[in-house]
């Protein structure tokens, strides 16, 4: 099955820094890529989402970037605020609609 | 109100009981999903159902058991075979290969 993985599990930003998490994926099969944002105690909510036909996918100051041929995709945040900080997963998901996660990257934005 | 809707909040279970964790969305998704998330950790898939009456395995279902007799229901038995089942667990459902919602969650404890 499908195995994803995610760098940092950790990170720490200033305000106003940019902020860079990297998943690799193993099937090639997979062709949608979700990121979440998880708060405390609560269910992981989509942030932005990226199809296998896109390369990269902007939105206001978050961006997904995709390379299909390497198979890993990344999320960047810039312009961070402390209201950033959580827990963002990466995902892959292929045509069985089976969905797996990356461990999680916990995000401190310090003021 | 539209959304998917887990119940309860917290569960506390004896060792060696079966419990039955809730998962109902009005959504009318086709693809619902069970993860179990522990402390600190990513989202580990246990099962996941495509369509009313299929379900196929995650990484992590020994000692669970889901039923999808209605598209809008989900539930997880948790069983006395799962042997460490304190965790986080988290539902999901989606339209095919599409955004996931999340529920609120049920904390699970052994006491």
């Known amino acids: 099955g499908e195995n994803v993985e995610q760098h940092p599990s950790t990170l720490s930003v200033q305000e106003g820094d940019s902020a860079v998490i990297k998943c690799t994926y193993s099937d090639s099969a997979s062709n949608y890529f979700p990121w979440y944002k998880q708060e405390l105690g609560k269910g992981p909510q989509l942030i932005i989402d990226?199809?296998?036909?896109?390369g990269e996918k902007k939105d206001q100051r978050i961006a997904v970037t995709l390379n299909k041929t390497a198979k890993h995709f990344s999320l960047h945040i810039t312009e961070t605020q402390p209201e950033d900080s959580a827990v963002y997963f990466c995902a892959a998901q292929n045509n069985n609609n089976d969905m797996r996660f990356g461990a999680g990257t916990r995000l401190t934005v310090k003021p | 109100d539209g959304g998917i809707t887990q119940s309860p909040k917290y569960l506390f279970r004896k060792e060696g009981q079966n419990v039955t964790l809730s998962c109902e969305q009005n959504l009318n998704h086709d693809a619902m999903y069970w993860y179990r998330q522990d402390p600190g950790q990513g989202l580990r898939l246990i099962y996941y159902s495509q369509i009313v009456n299929d379900f196929q395995k995650g990484d992590i279902a020994e000692g669970y058991s889901v039923s999808r007799e209605k598209k809008e229901s989900f539930p997880l038995t948790v069983t006395s075979a799962q042997k460490n089942p304190t965790a986080f667990y988290l539902c999901?459902?989606?339209?095919?290969?599409?955004?996931?919602?999340f529920g609120q969650g049920t904390r699970l404890t052994v006491v």
């Open positions: 999901a459902s989606s339209f095919l290969n599409t955004e996931a919602f």
């Open positions: 990226i199809r296998s036909n896109v």
